[in-house]
């Protein structure tokens, strides 16, 4: 028989072209999950030069408060003291971030429902800056030292809220560096605002109490810094919040925040406190023996100390 070659090419065309329509299993297509990049949240220049910028107000308040400490005698320097050694802090790990130390990323996983396709996830490497946690344990116990000491509390309530305050800062540091979805964040978090609450309890009753007590100068001055305090640290956790906990900020903007309340909350308010305490000799704390004359010193005269009425 002879094959005519054009029907025979027509039937191996329209065969093969059957063959590639036709469905070849009714399985349907098993659909691409397109893996995302992982996204790094870092500070840019604009957060660094802002590093930068608080280092020096810092350094500057801190020249400026031990200054004015030489001027008063070594009884009446507590305050200069222990607000000078807070902005010395702050001026020390303001340094350690500008110059790259003192942040590490934070892996966070976000994890995404779909509805026809397997869950996919997203990774997150966020900076976090632990040496503002190292510096708030330092410089937050001084704060509320010096709050505590205007008010003239006791040992026993200075204590508490000193622990209290720690416990608020460091568990704040595990939640900044809690796992998503886990209660570890969130769970830490509020554990923190629990121990800030106790804080806030000790200065705004057995605090305002005593300074009451100190007369009316001493009272109302401790209720308007007092009260300018807890405005400024409130700000804080709701800060924390937005940035660190539910990342709504970028790491910029979060350290523009919290320069603006470092700054409110550490020279300023020290400024405040020692103009204050200056012109005020009801806030003085009477310093004798082992404080201001040392171990062996009680009866001797420091030089440069016989201004002591000053
Ligand atoms: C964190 C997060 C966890 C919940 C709470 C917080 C409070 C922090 C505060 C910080 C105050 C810092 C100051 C620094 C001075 O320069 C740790 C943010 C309640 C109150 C005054």
């Not at 008010?151 to 622990?163: D, E, H, R």
């Not at 796992?179 to 804080?199: D, F, H, M, S």
């Not at 103009?275 to 040392?294: A, C, I, K, R």
């Amino acid at each position: 028989m002879i094959v005519d070659p054009v029907e025979a090419l027509k039937k191996t065309v329209s065969a093969t072209a059957t063959a590639t329509v036709a469905p070849t299993a009714s399985v349907s297509p098993v659909p691409t999950v397109v893996p995302s990049l992982p996204e790094y949240q870092t500070a840019s220049e604009t957060g660094n030069r802002t590093l930068w910028v608080v280092f020096v107000v810092m350094t500057v308040a801190s020249v400026v408060f031990s200054g004015m400490s030489w001027n008063v005698p070594m009884s009446k320097r507590l305050y200069h003291v222990i607000t000078t050694l807070i902005t010395i802090t702050a001026a020390l790990s303001y340094f350690a971030m500008a110059s790259g130390h003192g942040a590490s990323y934070h892996h966070v996983v976000e994890r995404e429902s779909h509805q026809h396709v397997p869950d996919t996830t997203h990774d997150i490497y966020r900076e976090v800056y632990y040496a503002r946690y190292i510096d708030w344990s330092i410089t937050t116990p001084l704060l509320l030292l010096d709050l505590c000491l205007l008010a003239g509390m006791n040992g026993g309530s200075i204590l508490i809220a000193i622990v209290a305050d720690l416990i608020m800062i460091l568990t704040g540091l595990f939640a900044a560096y809690g796992a998503e979805g886990t209660p570890q964040k969130w769970g830490w978090y509020a554990i923190a605002c629990i121990a800030y609450l106790v804080v806030i309890w000790q200065l705004a009753y057995h605090g305002r109490g005593m300074a009451m007590n100190k007369g009316g100068k001493v009272g109302n001055f401790f209720a308007a810094i007092g009260g300018f305090t807890l405005i400024i640290w409130t700000v804080y956790p709701i800060i924390w919040g937005i940035a660190d906990g539910s990342r709504n900020m970028n790491p910029d903007e979060e350290i523009i925040a919290y320069a603006i309340l470092d700054i409110l909350a550490k020279p300023i308010f020290g400024a405040w406190l020692l103009f204050t305490h200056q012109s005020m000799p009801e806030s003085n704390v009477d310093l004798g023996g082992f404080w201001s004359q040392g171990l062996s010193g009680e009866g001797q005269i420091r030089v440069g100390d016989d201004d002591e009425g000053a």
